[in-house]
Nanobody
Framework: QVRLVESGGGLVQPGGSLRLSCAAS????????MNWARQFPGKQRELVAQINSGGFASYADTVKGRFTISRDDAKNMVFLQMNSLQPEDTAVYYCNARLNSWWEYWGQGTQVTVSS
C-alpha cells in the first residue's frame, strides 16, 4: 500500500514559521521526485516546491526565498520549511510523489492557517 502522510500544519501568526513533514511508504522513495502543492478554498491546486531524486530543488515564484524543500532518503521523508508566512499562504498543503510519467501519489493534506 502506498501512503503519503503529511504533518506539521496548524495556526501561525503572520511572519512566523512552520515546518511540514511528509512520511512515505510503499514506494522506492529515493527514485521519486517529491513535491509540495497547496489548495486555497474554491481554487485549483498549485505546485509550491519540488525536489528531484538528485536533490535539485525548485520553487514557485510566490514562495521563492521563503520556503525550503528538503528530503531524507534514509527516512523516506520530505520536508517543507516555511518562513515569513503571510495570510495569503493559508491553504491545505499536500505531499506528492512522482516517478517519470507513470506513477504519481498524493497525501491527504494538512491545513496551514496564517492569522493573527
Amino acid at each position: 500500500q502506498v501512503r503519503l502522510v503529511e504533518s506539521g500544519g496548524g495556526l501561525v501568526q503572520p511572519g512566523g514559521s512552520l515546518r511540514l513533514s511528509c512520511a512515505a511508504s510503499g514506494i522506492a522513495f529515493s527514485s521519486y521526485a517529491m513535491n509540495w502543492a497547496r489548495q486555497f478554498p474554491g481554487k485549483q491546486r498549485e505546485l509550491v516546491a519540488q525536489i528531484n531524486s538528485g536533490g535539485f530543488a525548485s520553487y514557485a515564484d510566490t514562495v521563492k526565498g521563503r520556503f525550503t524543500i528538503s528530503r531524507d532518503d534514509a527516512k523516506n521523508m520530505v520536508f517543507l520549511q516555511m518562513n515569513s508566512l503571510q495570510p495569503e499562504d493559508t491553504a491545505v498543503y499536500y505531499c506528492n510523489a512522482r516517478l517519470n510519467s507513470w506513477w504519481e501519489y498524493w497525501g491527504q493534506g494538512t491545513q496551514v492557517t496564517v492569522s493573527s
